[in-house]
C-alpha cells in the first residue's frame, strides 16, 4: 500500500519535472531565437531584408568582409574606433566619478550628503531625453560641436552626470566594515589613503562592474550620439552605423551586413557581459562574506 | 526630539560642521578685517596670516567682476526680452551685394543668462565661505589657536576634507551638464521657442500658455497629450507588471527542486540581456514588417493569407511592443529576483504543505506579498523606467501607427513623443512642457507608493 503511494508520487513528481522542463526548453527558444536568427542573417548568402525561407540558401563570410572593407558609405571600422577610443575614455573618467562620488557618500559625513542623494533621487524622475537639446546647445557654446571635438564632446556627455549613477558602488562600500578604517586611522593613515589602500583593493568587484557598465554606454547609446554628430559621419559611433543601414535606402544592401556588425558587436559585450554577472551578484552581495 | 537628539549625535562625529563659524556670527562678532572681507574677499585670511588662501579669494572675486562687467551684466539685460532685433538683408554699397546682420538669437540669449546666473549663484556661495573662513581665522587667532597655513590647508584635503576633493569633480560634471542643461529646458516650457510663427530665432516669454495648451481637451495638442499619457500609464503598468510577475514565476520554476540544470537555464535567458537592446530590437523590428521575416514564413507555411498587422493596427501594434518587452524585461527581473526568492523563509512553505496549499495558492498567499514587500522599491524604480523607457518604443515601433495630422503615433510614450516634437517637429517649447509634466507623473506615482510602503512596514507582515 504505502509502496503504491510513494510510487505514484514518484510518476506525478516525473510528470511535473517533465512539464516544466518541456516548457523551460520552449521558453529559452523563444528568448534565443532572435539571437540565432542574427547570426544566420549575417552569414546569408542572399542580399536584403526579404526572406522567402527560415534557412540561407546560401552560406558566406561576405557579409563581414565587406564590413570592413566597403568602407565608401558606412565606414564601419572607423566608427568600430571612434567608440573605442570614445569608451576608454568614458570607462576611466566615469569609474573615478562613480567610485569616488559614492565613497564620500558612504564613508564621510558631510553637511552636503543628505541633500545631494535626494536631489540625485529627484533628478532621476526627469526623462533623460529631455535635456537633450540644452545639452547640444551647452556645447556648442564651448565649441566641442564641430570636427574631432565631437568626441571630446561624447566622452563629456557620457561621463559628465555619471556621478549620479553612485547607488550600487554605494550599497558595496557600505558593507566593507567600518572597523578596517578604523584600524588604519590608528595606524596613523588619512582619509585618503584610507580610500586608495584599504576600501579600494577590497572593492574589485564593484570596480569591475563600473568600468564595464561605464566602457559599455558608448556601443549601446545611439540617442545622443546622433543629435550630436548630426550628420557628420566621420565621427558616428557603431550603434548610428547600424542604425543607418536599417534605414530605407540602406536597407537592401545592408540588411545582412547589419546582422555581421551585430554580431561583432555583441560578442564582446556578451562575453563582458558574462564575466560581469558573477561581480555583480558579489557587487550585491557584499564585501565580507559569512 | 530624537531627531534633534540623532543630528546632535551626527554633528559631534563630524565636529567641524557644528561650528561657530557661521554667517551670522561672523556679521555680529566679526573684526575690522572680517567686516572688510565682506566687500573684500579674503581681507580677513591675509591680516590672519592665511596669504594664498586669501589672495585666492581675491582673484575669484576679481575674476567674477572681470567676467560680470565685460559679459555678465549684458546677459543678463538681455534676458527680459531675450532680444529683439532680428537678422536684416542690407545692401553693401562698397561690395555691390546684399549681406545679413547679425541679429539677436533668442536662445543663446537664454542660455547665457542662465549661466550668468548660475555664475552669480556659485559666486554668492564663494562670497560666504570666505567670509565663514575669514571669521574662523580671526575667531583662532583672538584664542591663541593654530591657524592652518595653506600647505596645511591642501593637506587637509586629503583628510577631514576629503569629499570636497573628491566631490569637486564629479559634481562640477553634474551641475554642467545634468543640471544645467535642466534648467535650460525648462525656462524654455515658457517661451514660444518652435517653428509656429517662426520663433525658432527669435522669442519671447509666453509665461503658461504652454501648459494651457498641452492640458487643454479641446487642442488638437491637448488631445494627443492625455491620450498620449493615458497610453503611458497603461504601457508602465503593464510592462512593470507582466515583467515582475513573470519574471518571478520564471526565477521559481527554475529555482524548483525538481529543475535540473538550473545554471544553464539561467544562461539562456541571460544571453538575451547580453545582446545590445539596440541590435535585438531593431531585428524585432525588421523581422515584424508588413513584408518582413515573420509574416513571409507564416504566408509560405500557408498559415495565413494577409500579414499580420503588427505595427499597422494600433490595438496590434500596442500587444506587441508589451509582449516584446516582456522579451526585454523578463531576464532582467529573473536576475534581480533569484537571490531574494531563495530567502523566502522554507518553514513559511512547508506550513502550506502540511495545510494541503497547491502551487498556486502558495504563490499568491506567500511569495508574491513577500516579495512585494521585498522589492518595492525596485518596482517604484521599474515603473519609472518604463515611463521613460525610450528604446523598445522608439526602436520597436518609432510610435506607429501614426494617424495622419498628428504629432503622435498610437503607440508613443510621452518621452518618444518628447523626442519627436523637439527633433522631428522643432517644438522645442511643447516638448520641454511635456518633459516637466512627465517628472509630474512620476513624482506623484513616487510619492504616493513610498506613502503607501511605509504603513505597509508597519505592519511587519513578514519580519
Known sequence: MRKKETASVKTRRFIANTVVHICLAALAIVWLFPIFWVILTSFRGEKGSYVSSFFPKTYTLDNYKRLFTDTSILNFPQMFMNTLIIACFCAVISTFFILATSYCLSRLRFKMRKPFMNVAMVLGLFPGFMSMVAVYYILKAIGLSEGSMIRVALVLVYTAGSGIGFQISKGFFDTIPKSLDEAAFIDGAT???????????LSKPTIVYTVLTSFMAPWLDFIFAKVICRADAKYYTVSIGLWKMLEKEYIDSWYTCFAAGAVLVSIPIAILFVCMQNCYVEGMAGAVKG | MS?????????????YFATPYTLSNALKEGGTATKISLLVMGAA?????????????????IAYFAYMIKIGFGCLAMLPSLGDKASEKVWNEAKGIYEYTAGDQSILILLYGIIAIAITVLFVLLWRASVTSGYKAQYLSERKMHVNNFIEDVKDLFNGNLHKMLMALPLTGILAFTVLPLIFMITMAFTNYSKVDDHLTLFDWVGLANFAKVLNFKDSIGQTFWSVLGWTIIWAVFATGLNYIFGMILGIVINRKGTRCKAFWRFCFVLSIAVPQFVSLLIMRTCLQPEGAVNVLLKNMGIINESLPFFTNATWARVTVIIINCWVGIPYTLLQVTGILQNIPAELYEAAR???????VTFFKITLPYMLFVTTPYLITQFTGNVNNFNVIFLLSGGSPTPVGSTAGKTDLL????????????????????????????????LVTYRNTGSYKNEEGFM
Open chain 1, 191 to 201: 582619509k585618503f589613503q584610507v580610500f586608495t589602500k584599504v576600501t579600494l583593493p
Open chain 2, 3 to 15: 531627531k534633534n537628539a540623532e543630528k546632535k549625535g551626527r554633528k559631534k562625529r563630524v565636529n
Open chain 2, 45 to 61: 585670511n591675509i591680516a590672519h596670516k592665511q596669504i594664498v588662501k586669501g589672495l585666492l579669494f581675491l582673484a575669484l572675486e
Open chain 2, 354 to 360: 502540511v495545510d494541503g496549499a497547491n502551487a498556486v
Open chain 2, 415 to 446: 518621452v518618444t513623443w518628447l523626442y519627436k516634437l523637439t527633433i522631428d517637429q522643432q517644438y522645442y517649447n511643447l516638448g520641454a512642457v511635456i518633459g516637466i509634466l512627465t517628472f509630474v507623473v512620476l513624482a506623484i506615482v513616487a
